[in-house]
């Protein structure tokens, strides 16, 4: 997977200005929150794309991750940052699939992140085709189902963490992830069918 490129200002925002309420402000704060966005820029940002939400608005979700991180930083246990940051994510990209759906201004397209990719013009193409297929199966499943599934399967975190994450018992998320792969398989088998008689025709 090619890594996504940290903008070149984002390190250099002041999020003390972003809100009144308190945010890092030491050096060692500020410095922690640092290692913070360059170790998980990335993560965040294609959780965020993976929950659908619009490539027009992912670089403000990111910052409002990160934001959110600002303030609560005293309260984030140190090496808990990418727990609390997926976390923040989801709640991020709840926010903003709801603001969408009130707005229904954005063509679903949008929601399909472009990757910085720089290899031959056929393999960029069926990279950004597979991804576009993965982003359309993971928008139609059920949004309890689609968290469960993210973020074991791509974000890689066990079910006891998903479970701590999502404030759900562990056999909650148990069950949510054996229906989720169901789920998942159904969509895609569905479509490798679909494109099989697309393709005898």
Same mark, same amino acid.
């Given at each position: 997977?090619?890594?996504?490129?940290?903008?070149?200002?984002?390190?250099?925002?002041?999020?003390? &200005?972003? &809100?009144?309420?308190?945010?890092?402000?030491?050096?060692?704060?500020?410095?922690?929150?640092?290692?913070?966005?360059?170790?998980?820029?990335?993560?965040?940002?294609?959780? $965020?794309?993976? =929950? /659908?939400?619009?490539?027009?608005?992912?670089? &403000?979700?990111?910052?409002?991750?990160?934001?959110?991180?600002?303030? =609560?930083?005293?309260?984030?246990? $140190?090496? /808990?940052?990418? /727990?609390?940051?997926?976390?923040?994510?989801?709640?991020?990209?709840? +926010?903003?699939?709801?603001?969408?759906?009130?707005?229904?201004?954005?063509?679903?397209?949008?929601?399909?992140?472009? $990757?910085?990719?720089?290899?031959?013009?056929?393999?960029?193409?069926?990279?950004?085709?597979?991804?576009?297929? $993965?982003?359309?199966?993971?928008?139609?499943?059920? +949004?309890?189902?689609?968290?469960?599934?993210?973020?074991?399967?791509?974000?890689?975190? /066990?079910?006891?963490?998903?479970?701590?994450?999502?404030?759900?018992?562990?056999?909650?998320?148990?069950?949510?992830?054996?229906?989720?792969?169901?789920?998942?398989?159904?969509?895609?088998?569905?479509?490798?069918?679909?494109?099989?008689?697309?393709?005898?025709?």
């Amino acid at each position: 997977m090619t890594a996504i490129q940290l903008p070149t200002m984002f390190l250099a925002v002041d999020w003390a &200005d972003e &809100d009144p309420a308190p945010a890092a402000s030491t050096a060692a704060e500020k410095a922690r929150l640092a290692a913070m966005v360059a170790e998980h820029f990335e993560l965040i940002w294609r959780s $965020l794309a993976r =929950r /659908s939400v619009p490539s027009a608005e992912l670089a &403000d979700c990111v910052q409002q991750v990160f934001v959110v991180a600002s303030r =609560r930083l005293a309260s984030i246990t $140190l090496g /808990s940052e990418r /727990s609390f940051l997926l976390g923040t994510a989801i709640r991020v990209a709840r +926010d903003a699939r709801r603001t969408l759906g009130r707005r229904r201004e954005v063509p679903e397209e949008e929601a399909v992140e472009p $990757l910085c990719l720089d290899p031959q013009p056929d393999e960029l193409t069926e990279q950004e085709r597979l991804r576009a297929l $993965l982003d359309g199966v993971l928008a139609a499943m059920p +949004d309890e189902l689609r968290e469960v599934f993210v973020l074991f399967e791509l974000e890689e975190m /066990s079910t006891p963490e998903i479970a701590t994450l999502l404030e759900i018992p562990t056999g909650t998320a148990a069950s949510r992830l054996r229906r989720a792969r169901e789920e998942f398989d159904r969509r895609v088998a569905r479509l490798s069918a679909a494109s099989s008689r697309g393709a005898k025709r």
